[in-house]
């Protein structure tokens, strides 16, 4: 498959990456400053392109089996440039795809819009790090975007544990919906490595269209 990735030299779009090509799959990586992006890969061919413009995204993913959305709402320190507005950025893909007449979209969304009971979100609990919650914020409307205005796209909105950091790609972990998954002691965690493995799992044999899910070990 030829796999179209945004935000290919972040922390999770590496991974993503490097998951897909042991697949063997084509991946091209989109990043804002080619000049100021190193691919994850040699075999990763970095373009310019910017979410946040449809034009700009249908130029990119044309010819696209799919297309992942591994965007960062913070600002880029190599380059200067500012921070992405999520939600700008899934209009700017939704509207992208449709012209580019791609269907299949996977977005990396944040944990904080996961649901820890019955209409509790975890980023409004008492321990949640303030210094994440603007990126929460932003990931909860970007997933309201999806699901008021993606209609004409195959969307799947990819939530991670609380917790991700790097570590063992072991390819064993639990799903779920819209409520966090934690272990009996109530982490919850995964590592960018697995992470990546269910996202290329996805893209593969799709099981969430038009939904949100999640994992943790």
Do not use: C
């Not at 019955?118 to 008492?126: A, E, T, V, Y």
Request: no cysteine; hydrophobic share 40%.
């Amino acid at each position: 498959m030829k796999i179209v990735l945004f935000g290919a030299s972040g922390n999770i779009g590496q991974r993503i990456a490097k998951e897909a090509l042991r697949r063997g799959h084509e991946v091209a990586g989109v990043v804002r400053d080619p000049d100021n992006a190193t691919p994850p890969d040699p075999r990763v061919r970095l373009v310019k392109g910017d979410a946040t413009d449809a034009d700009s995204v249908a130029r990119v993913v044309k010819g696209a089996d799919a297309v992942v959305s591994a965007i960062s709402p913070r600002p880029n320190a190599k380059s200067n440039l500012p921070a992405p507005s999520l939600s700008d950025a899934a209009r700017g893909l939704i509207a992208g795809l449709a012209a580019a007449g791609v269907k299949r979209l996977i977005v990396v969304g944040g944990a904080g819009s996961l649901e820890v009971a019955p209409g509790k979100k975890l980023m409004d609990q008492p321990g949640f790090p303030p210094a994440y919650l603007g990126e929460a914020i932003e990931g909860r409307d970007a997933l309201d975007v999806y699901r008021a205005e993606g209609g004409n796209v195959e969307w799947t909105f990819l939530s991670p544990a609380a917790e991700i950091g790097p570590g063992a790609r072991t390819g064993k972990f639990r799903l779920g919906g819209d409520n966090l998954v934690a272990d009996a002691s109530g982490k919850s965690y995964i590592t960018y490595e697995d992470y990546a493995v269910a996202l290329v799992d996805e893209i593969e044999q799709p099981k969430h269209v038009r939904e949100r899910f999640t994992l943790a070990y």
